[in-house]
């Protein structure tokens, strides 16, 4: 290949970094202090690097990653300062995560989801959305929405996981590691965590050699043989009950958000383990 990019780096953003070597991009999640929580301006940033990447011609494959000890643990639930209260605020709150992925989904680049440490809720979406997963051997993966009275926004997991194993996960919120993710399907490899951006280059270089048009075409018949069998109804329908789901009320759902209005977040997440621990309440 010739003419190749040179290596530049784009800080321009607040809640991500967007790196470029030759012909493979990186967007790392940057907000370690968060553990990478998905609020909506980390997300806004996420779709203008994506739709910017889809437009570089020069751009054959990229990485998604995450700083810290976290790909994400998840949607943002700090309080809002104008809380959701109606169906219409949480349906925009699911169509501004899904529309982040869906792009993921839809680009014409093969794209990796390098996942490090926690990889939770939307963070566990966004790894699904990805085409390939490689997992750090100290990986977790989950879907604990149910455990605070919540479900997926984007309702992929029946798309990636068998059945048996789809029901487990999402109508528990257990928590499981890279192998045992790596053997359900979430993951399609699992490797050293010291290794793991290592690997994840040499597969997007791999995937650099491949001719666009070639990887684009390939990729889309693959994602259409999905979508003739339902995968977007499946979505819409995921992201509704979503927003159904949040107007519900119940005593774990006051507890929860109680002790989080009170005591924060991670007083609430310590009531919501203990809760879920063999032998909790």
Same mark, same amino acid.
């Given at each position: 290949m010739t003419n190749h990019p040179t290596s530049e780096d784009s800080n321009g953003y607040r809640c991500i970094r967007l790196d470029i070597d030759r012909w493979v991009a990186t967007i790392t999640l940057a907000l370690p202090e968060?553990?990478?929580?998905?609020?909506?301006?980390?997300l806004l940033e996420m779709q203008h690097a994506l739709d910017a990447l889809e437009r570089n011609p020069a751009i054959r494959a990229l990485i998604v990653t995450g700083a810290g000890r976290a790909f994400s643990s998840g949607f943002d639930l700090s309080p809002r300062e104008k809380p959701f209260?109606?169906?219409?605020?949480?349906?925009?709150?699911?169509?501004l995560g899904n529309e982040t992925f869906l792009k993921i989904w839809r680009s014409r680049l093969p794209v990796i989801a390098a996942v490090n440490g926690f990889c939770l809720g939307g963070g566990c979406e966004l790894s699904m959305a990805c085409d390939f997963t490689l997992a750090a051997d100290d990986a977790q993966f989950g879907e604990p929405e149910i455990q605070f009275q919540s479900a997926p926004p984007l309702m992929i997991m029946p798309w990636v996981v068998g059945m048996k194993k789809t029901k487990e996960l999402m109508l528990t919120g257990d928590r499981i590691g890279a +192998? *045992?993710?790596?053997?359900?399907?979430?993951?399609?490899?699992?490797?050293? $965590?010291?290794a793991l951006m290592d690997e994840a280059r040499k597969l997007a270089l791999r995937f650099s050699m491949i001719a666009p048009d070639a990887m684009q075409m390939n990729k889309q018949t693959i994602n259409r043989s999905y979508e003739m069998r339902g995968f977007q109804s499946t979505i819409d329908y995921g992201a509704e009950m979503f927003?159904?789901?949040?107007?519900?009320?119940?005593?774990?759902? +006051? *507890?929860?958000?109680?002790?989080a209005q009170d005591?924060?977040?991670?007083? $609430?997440?310590?009531?919501?383990?203990?809760?879920?621990?063999?032998?909790g309440a």
């Open positions: 968060k553990m990478n929580a998905l609020g909506d301006e980390i209260t109606t169906v219409q605020d949480w349906r925009e709150h699911a169509r +192998r *045992e993710a790596c053997e359900a399907g979430l993951a399609t490899r699992v490797v050293p $965590a010291g927003a159904l789901i949040h107007l519900l009320d119940s005593e774990e759902k +006051r *507890e929860f958000f109680g002790i005591k924060g977040l991670k007083a $609430a997440f310590k009531w919501r383990d203990e809760r879920f621990s063999v032998g």
